[in-house]
């Protein structure tokens, strides 16, 4: 039998019973007591272990919902990441220093290109420029845009691929760009981008390797659970892969997986079948498959959301354009059959909705899957919602349908604000675009106004850290970003303890682990997290330099991992 922990300081249960503490015992991994220190005396005893944090404040451990180490895998995987921002000419710089220095590959990938919708995107023939000792490089080179929606790929790559004029007639030229004949020019979207990713081999130790690597930056940052949206088995064996480090013991972070459902694969309920089997052959306490992802559009960066109205400062060949819809109304009973099903079997189902157009056909679909079920609890969600129109927001409240989102979006963007007026169009000159969402994007205090549960993600980016991501929810701005950035809506601004609220209690109920974890109570798992603030006070998140604070313990059932 483990000797009993006893654990002192600032502790914020997150539990509305009993809200502080300022003793918590740990017994076998799970929670025996919260309370006072005088209390917690009956647990001594001469094998007991004691930690006291003094001042420091600990809370349960914290959760990203929405996060993609799976997705990571494929994309990251043997090459240079770039920096956000820089430029294509940049990146080729980069990519020709990296084939230098590491010759006699095959096929070459990289990660992080910035898309610039001013410019357009980026075209074979700059990487098809590279030299390497003089002569002309006619290897495979394969880069992916940094929000993993889009691939730049040179001749070869091309060639490789099948990135020719078929691909252009099986997908459509927004998503696989073209010159005035119909030619690919190297810049692939969405639907065929995800083809050609899923498609490269990645072998399964070096998947583990990956993960195994990855979670350690999670961890870092305070994280205790992670949900990763979007994993599948195939050419990259991620499901495989999480399951034998699972089984290895080598997953310290516990991993809440959705499995990922393309609009394109031939029988979209014998993959829910597929991740139900999956779920009975792995599930355990540091993995499970949880639910199904599903893409409904793009990202506004690629000029892919999915928008009500047509795109203000851009068109496609001459004509109005309103975004990439992975799945349309026609499609609509289907996909209520799909989600309907893996609720039934038990998995939530989460809708990625980044325009207004996807936000509004997510909560259709939603609203069909439950027709005729009474008081549903599913834990459905829609992730991202950078754009949702007015009319819209108090349905979340009325499906049940939880709203995942990133705060650290929903800022004034210096390097995206041109792109999202060739979007939506400029605030200043067209005061219609209040009633589309714009104006009021991310409205987080409406969402839980109506009833909705909310839950914070960082999507998988290594640079937001809780404490950032609580600081842009609580003050509408990021000091990171620009110092003298002004608040953007700063009415839908969320207190500091729903902030913290949406990564702890919200977000274990979005995973269904809510028994489990999200709260310190009698009985739950031991996983905690300590910093050297109090996130719940509003005068401490007032306080710009919250932002880059990182975990200085954390506790994993009982057990401390750093």
Not at 31 to 44: S, Y
Not at 255 to 280: G, H, N, S, W
Request: net charge negative.
């Amino acid at each position: 039998m483990n000797a009993n922990k006893v654990i002192y300081g600032n502790i914020v249960t997150m539990n509305e019973q009993q809200p502080r503490a300022d003793a918590m015992v740990i017994k076998d991994g799970k929670i025996a007591f919260v309370g006072t220190k005088d209390d917690a005396k009956a647990f001594l005893d001469n094998d007991t272990e004691t930690v006291d944090f003094g001042s420091q404040t600990v809370y349960p451990g914290m959760i990203d919902v929405h996060n993609h180490m799976g997705l990571l895998s494929s994309v990251m995987l043997g090459g240079p990441n770039f920096t956000y921002g820089d430029s294509y000419e940049k990146n080729v710089q980069e990519m020709t220093e990296f084939i230098k220095e590491n010759p006699g590959r095959e096929f070459y990938r990289a990660y992080g290109y910035s898309p610039d919708p001013l410019r357009g995107d980026p075209t074979h023939d700059l990487l098809d420029a590279i030299e390497i000792d003089g002569k002309k490089f006619d290897k495979p080179i394969i880069i992916t845009e940094i929000s993993g929606h889009a691939s730049w790929l040179n001749q070869a790559a091309m060639e490789k691929f099948g990135v020719n004029r078929d691909m252009v007639k099986k997908y459509g030229e927004d998503v696989v760009t073209c010159d005035a004949d119909g030619n690919p020019l190297g810049c692939i979207k969405e639907t065929p981008h995800y083809a050609v990713i899923c498609s490269i081999p990645v072998e399964l130790e070096e998947a583990k390797e990956m993960f195994a690597e990855i979670q350690e930056e999670h961890l870092a940052h305070g994280l205790t659970m992670i949900g990763d949206c979007g994993i599948e088995e195939g050419a990259n064996p991620m499901v495989t892969a999480m399951a034998e480090l699972a089984r290895e013991g080598r997953f310290k972070l516990k991993v809440r997986a959705y499995y990922q459902i393309y609009e394109t694969c031939e029988d979209p309920l014998k993959e829910v079948d597929r991740a139900v089997e999956y779920a009975k052959k792995y599930n355990c306490d540091s993995f499970k498959i949880v639910g199904i992802k599903i893409f409904l559009d793009g990202v506004n960066a690629g000029l892919s959301a999915w928008s009500l109205k047509p795109y203000v400062g851009y068109k496609f060949k001459g004509k109005p354009y309103s975004g990439y819809k992975r799945w349309n109304y026609d499609r609509i009973d289907e996909l209520a059959a799909i989600i309907r099903k893996a609720n039934e079997k038990g998995l939530s189902v989460e809708l990625h909705a980044i325009g207004s157009g996807a936000a509004r056909y997510a909560l259709d679909v939603i609203e069909k899957a439950q027709e005729g079920i009474e008081h549903p609890d599913f834990r459905n969600a829609v992730s991202h919602l950078y754009c949702v129109d007015k009319a819209d927001v108090p349905r979340f409240g009325k499906l049940n349908a939880i709203a995942v989102i990133a705060p650290q979006w929903y800022v004034f963007v210096p390097a995206e604000l041109e792109g999202e007026k060739m979007i939506y169009g400029d605030p200043e000159k067209d005061k219609d675009l209040e009633d589309q969402g714009y104006l009021d994007m991310g409205p987080m205090q409406s969402y839980i106004d109506t009833g909705a549960t909310c839950a914070i993600h960082a999507d998988g980016s290594p640079d937001d850290l809780p404490s950032r991501m609580f600081f842009n929810a609580v003050n509408k701005y990021d000091p990171i970003m620009d110092p003298e950035m002004k608040p953007r809506n700063f009415k839908e601004r969320i207190s500091a303890y729903d902030a913290v609220k949406c990564m702890t209690v919200n977000a274990a109920y979005v995973l269904k682990e809510e028994d489990n974890v999200g709260t310190l109570e009698v009985g739950k798992q031991a996983d905690f997290v300590v910093y050297d603030v109090d996130f719940t006070d509003e005068t401490v998140m007032a306080d710009p330099k919250i932002c880059g604070i990182s975990a200085k313990s954390m506790y994993i059932n009982g057990e401390k991992i750093y």
